[in-house]
């Protein structure tokens, strides 16, 4: 068993709120300043950055995640995320026929770059990225499931679209296994006073520029012999799955 360091809620250049900075490749670089082992790329509701980010991962010997933040219709945001980059994809071009288009005003919200693998421009997406869908929280586990993906509320613990502060209190349904918590010391308050001591935490920094991203602390054990980037992937994916 040996410790695998993570971030699983980060964002790039394409959300409208990530700094320009946020390159996949700078991203894998300050994740391994950082020490940390496995990161997701989670820009708002879409993946198109994640090819970039697997192949910027894959040379500084990092585990990639591909992943999405996903606005549901109630503005609650919610962690996607994917054990295949292929699966992210899919789940990508269904959310993008379920966005509310509204064009982007750059001077406002920022630029939504779509870089290749060396961190060139090769796009950008007109359309704002933050705001909400239309896929409800209730339809979200099995609509990110269709794609064999995992899902679960993001930063709780916050006020701005967390899905407390929007409801008032943890919904029963639909049902999560797991929550993200955004400060780790909030975890006791939180696990204790909305009765989540049958969810696993995930606790991630929610980075939307480099200087915000966290160094090593928290880490999943797996068993990772013999070793394959693909076969510890797996075996995440298998530990969050875990009830």
Do not use: W
Not at 40 to 53: E, Q, R, S, V
Not at 156 to 179: C, K, W, Y
Not at 190 to 211: C, F, G, P, Q
């Amino acid at each position: 068993m040996n410790r695998y360091y993570y971030d699983f809620h980060l964002h790039s250049c394409l959300s409208p709120c990530g700094d320009d900075d946020n390159t996949p490749n700078n991203i894998a670089g300050m994740a391994t300043l950082l020490g940390l082992n496995m990161i997701a790329l989670t820009d708002h509701n879409t993946c198109k950055n994640c090819p970039a980010f697997f192949e910027a991962a894959k040379r500084y010997g990092l585990i990639p995640v591909a992943g999405m933040e996903l606005t549901t219709s109630e503005d609650i945001h919610v962690v996607c995320l994917f054990e295949e980059l292929s699966d992210a994809m899919a789940f990508d071009e269904e959310i993008d026929s379920r966005r509310v288009k509204i064009k982007n005003r750059v001077d406002i919200f920022g630029n939504q770059f779509i870089l290749d693998g060396e961190d060139n421009i090769i796009g950008e997406d007109g359309f704002l990225l933050s705001n909400a869908t239309t896929v409800s929280l209730d339809e979200a586990p099995s609509v990110v499931g269709k794609y064999n993906g995992i899902c679960y509320p993001a930063h709780i613990d916050r006020q701005s679209n967390g899905v407390i502060a929007v409801l008032g209190t943890f919904p029963e349904t639909p049902h999560f296994d797991i929550v993200e918590i955004n400060r780790k010391e909030k975890i006791d308050e939180y696990v204790k006073k909305y009765s989540l001591e049958d969810k696993r935490v995930i606790v991630s920094s929610d980075a939307h520029i480099l200087t915000d991203m966290r160094e090593h602390e928290n880490y999943f054990e797996i068993d990772d012999e013999p070793y394959s980037l693909a076969s510890v992937r797996h075996k995440l994916f298998e530990l969050l799955r875990k009830k």
